[in-house]
């Protein structure tokens, strides 16, 4: 957007007070009426640690259920796949979870990824990086509608034809003027090739798209046998479209990869910890190059207090923590409770060391008799310099306790010793041949996620890529001449560390926010944390937006507060240099490409504000360089239905960092979600990061070319006829993507013009009908800044383009 616009618009929509109070969500939703269950559900109903978990699908009639299963606060995968008989997605589930869906009605299909299988890919990772340390110490020693497009009730928006892998595929978008209240799926005829007729090559179905109750439109794909040139689509009312086929992403006809580019340095999965290590690695290797910055913000630690939870009855249960960490001692820490084997013996806690033993108080009969909530005030008047007691999940306590064996409390953890427990600096590494905020900054960041590990080996293979081939590739050397990068591998270490060695399946940081009052005792330890992509400032939970939770122990649980987590203030700071224009945060799974708008507003899917037209094709065009770039790797396409903003192909998922980067900085900021799986076997995993980087790569030439953009856009009018008499249906096109300010009255065109607008969700300029022989003026402007005819439009140039809504002569 040229810098002489207007500002972007205002962060927050207004929302309704009783709409924001909604947003908190309840544990259990059923999928029919999405009622919170009864109030009197028992209390140990919340997550129990320990459990594995699975990546289940879930099955769903439709996006009503996709809502509830959403607002249930279930751990969801990002893989949602619709179709005409109901809606799939995958949730990451324990036992207990599962049990409990199933109670409220949903239904649960196949399990797709288990916590074995990370441990496979754990011990294969083992197994490649010594089979490369020996392969490298051996390599040392060795045309025309049917009906008037301005009448027809159906319109063509998308029809592309693609190859991925083996297959040859047609995907189509339309929408119908009926697809709100009818639910006809609408079927699509296709020619087999350029001259033949339409129907030759057989016929497809595309059916509704609707989110949160709101038809967007109709759309699907089906493998075809030849190239189609056009398609034809009658809607159920007998009007009918027909457009020419579109190749999404065509292969190139030269690489911008030169001769001896060096690739593939990625040898394995790497935690956190190896992540910085390489980049500091890097750093050191190429000074000239690149440096190290160490983010402004720790977190609060790969660590967490000792805890032991004695007893089995809710109501009898003592829940203990230690004051230390621990392992500062508080693994050292334990207790016991003993029947005294004496009747009428009062309650007492001794202390001695770190052994602390509560001989309960029994009845004249020798009964024990001391409940709960009396043995968690003795423990914490007596021992509340080591531990902090409290009763289990907010029960009054009133249980009889039952004697337990001495029980070492414990923090859980298991990564290895070099993996430190303090709070963890965050690195980013800085690259360039000018490193002082004077060239285009582009932005790269990954594992906000924890339990994503393809994401962070795109980065350091880029990182890798970019400082290698500097010295001998013309294109990578004019990159780093021309671009500042920064690239953060992990910007969640603590939850990708515990994904790692402890709980394969953690999404979130390791913070616990949970009160004593809920899950914050030793059972809860699997579901603490807070999503770290539901933390940030623009269109949030606390905003009155949907797709995040206030359950501390939900998967997309957004915190108390925006940017309460030092992760996120990281990346706020970063996001903050004024010289970074463009960004890519590396997700899996599920083979997306995503950018703002990322979050609506319930009931009505009242949506972030969209892109101008100019901007969505901007976002449109780079797409298409990066995703053929990905493509060139082994032929994976990433979908046209997969593409686009976040709320359009996935679902709403309030206080993303994309929609903060774009919304509040005026970042062109794009989501990688980067294959099939979390943690796919190490031969998946390296094709994923070879591909991936690729795009990653192609993302810095999409920023060189802007920095180097001194094009001015030229634009048409073209005036066709409409269905209305005495009036014209007028549109404008640009050679690029750019905005189109225009006047009707006569009016000198400038930024505070009428500007060029879309015609809806997934579509091009809009028409406007007007009055035939109306004067029209008008410019266009590029993101870069570029105006046609190198006009002033400060009202006092002259050279505007000039024309008038006439339709041409034959």
């Known amino acids: 957007m040229p810098k002489s616009l207007p ?38 109903s919340g997550p129990v640690a320990g459990e594995p978990a699975n990546v289940v699908e879930v099955l769903l009639a439709g996006t009503a259920e996709l809502d509830a299963l959403v607002a249930t606060g279930v751990d969801l995968d990002h893989h949602v796949e619709r ?27 196949d399990v797709l990824h288990r916590p074995e299988d990370a441990r496979a890919r754990v011990e294969e990772r083992e197994s490649t990086i010594a089979a490369h340390l020996a392969e490298n110490r051996e390599f040392a020693a060795a045309a025309a509608d049917p009906t008037a497009p301005d009448v027809s009730d159906i319109k063509i928006i998308r029809a592309d034809y693609y190859t991925s892998g083996a297959s040859q595929v047609l995907s189509v978008e339309a929408k119908w003027a009926q697809g709100q209240t009818a639910s006809n799926t609408l079927t699509v005829e296709r020619d087999s090739g350029t001259g033949t007729a339409i129907g030759s090559g057989g016929t497809q179905t595309i059916s509704r798209f609707v989110d949160a109750g709101v038809y967007l439109y109709h759309r699907g794909a089906s ?81 967490r207090h000792a805890q032991a939870v004695l007893g089995s009855a809710n109501a009898s249960r003592v829940a203990v923590d230690s004051l230390a960490w621990g392992h500062q001692g508080g693994n050292d820490i334990s207790v016991e409770l003993v029947n005294p084997g004496v009747g009428n013996a009062a309650l007492a806690v001794t202390v001695s060391g770190k052994t602390i033993r509560v001989a309960l108080g029994t009845d004249g009969a020798g009964a024990v008799t001391s409940t709960a909530a009396e043995v968690v005030a003795a423990l914490n008047a007596v021992a509340g310099s080591l531990v902090k007691a409290y009763t289990y999940r907010g029960s009054p306590g009133g249980g009889v306790v039952a004697p337990a064996a001495r029980t070492l409390l414990t923090d859980d953890l298991s990564a290895p010793a070099s993996v430190s427990r303090d709070p963890q600096p965050v690195y980013a590494i800085r690259i360039g041949k000018v490193r002082d905020g004077s060239r285009p900054g582009v932005l790269a960041y990954a ?16 990182a890798e890529r970019l400082l290698r081939n500097y010295a001998h590739d013309g294109q990578t050397k004019q990159l780093l001449n ?24 953690q999404r979130k940081n390791m913070t616990n926010h949970c009160p004593s009052t809920g899950a914050a005792d030793f059972l809860g330890r699997d579901s603490w944390g807070v999503d770290n992509n539901r933390n940030y400032t623009e269109y949030s939970l606390f905003d009155g937006y949907s797709g995040a939770s206030s359950s501390c122990t939900s998967g997309t649980y957004a915190g108390p507060s925006e940017l309460s987590e030092p992760e996120n203030r990281n990346l706020d700071w970063l996001a903050a240099r004024p010289n970074i224009k463009f960004s890519m945060n590396l997700h899996s799974s599920g083979n997306y490409f995503m950018w703002s708008p990322g979050a609506y507003a319930l009931p009505d899917r009242i949506s972030a504000p969209r892109p101008t037209l100019a901007e969505e094709s901007a976002f449109w065009g780079a797409s298409s360089r990066i995703l053929t770039a990905i493509k060139q790797h082994r032929n994976m396409a990433v979908t046209p ?29 794009w989501n990688f979600e980067v294959g099939t799986s979390f943690q796919p076997d190490w031969e998946e995993a390296h094709s994923e990061a070879m591909e991936f980087s690729n795009g990653l790569v192609e993302l810095m030439r999409v920023a060189r070319d802007f920095a180097k953009d001194h094009t001015r856009p030229k634009s048409t009018l073209t005036v066709a006829p409409s269905s209305t008499p005495d009036m014209v249906n007028v549109t404008f096109g640009v050679s690029e993507p750019a905005s189109v300010f225009y006047t009707l009255d006569g009016a000198t065109p400038t930024y505070s013009s ?17 009055p035939a022989g109306t004067r029209i003026n008008w410019f266009s402007v590029d993101s870069a800044g570029n105006v046609e005819n190198n006009y002033t439009p400060d009202g006092s140039g002259k050279n505007y383009r000039k024309g008038q809504a006439v339709l041409p002569t034959s």
């Open 7 to 44: 500002a972007r618009w205002r962060r927050r929509l207004p929302v309704p007070a009783a709409l924001a109070a909604a947003t908190a969500v309840v544990l259990l939703v059923s999928p029919a009426s999405a009622t919170a269950p009864d109030a009197a559900a028992p209390a140990d």
């Open 83 to 109: 179709s005409e008989n109901g809606v799939v997605a995958h949730a990451v589930l324990t036992p207990s979870e599962a049990a409990r869906l199933t109670a409220a009605g949903f239904t649960l299909g």
């Open 223 to 303: 493998s075809v046998t030849s190239r189609p040139d056009r398609i034809r689509i009658t809607s159920p009312t007998g009007d009918v479209a027909e457009v020419k086929v579109q190749e999404w992403l065509p292969t190139p006809e030269t690489s911008p990869e030169g001769p001896g580019y060096q690739k593939d340095f990625v040898t394995s999965y790497l935690t956190p910890t190896e992540l910085y290590a390489r980049i500091h690695q890097l750093a050191a290797e190429f000074p000239n190059l690149a440096e190290i910055v160490e983010l402004p913000y720790k977190t609060n630690g790969y660590r």
């Open 447 to 462: 594992q906000e996620h924890a339990r994503e590990w393809v994401p962070p080996l795109v980065t350091v293979e880029t």
């Open 482 to 505: 021309n671009l500042d990068i920064w690239i953060a591998p992990s910007v969640n270490p603590d939850g990708g560390h515990y994904s790692f060695y402890d709980f394969n399946s």
């Open 641 to 669: 239905a997969r593409t686009g903003p976040i709320s359009d192909v996935l679902y709403s998922a309030a206080g993303n960092s994309g929609d903060m980067l774009w919304y509040k900085y005026g970042i062109y900021a």
């Open 754 to 770: 009428t500007l060029y607008g879309s015609a809806g969700i997934r579509e091009g300029g809009e028409t406007l009908t007007i």
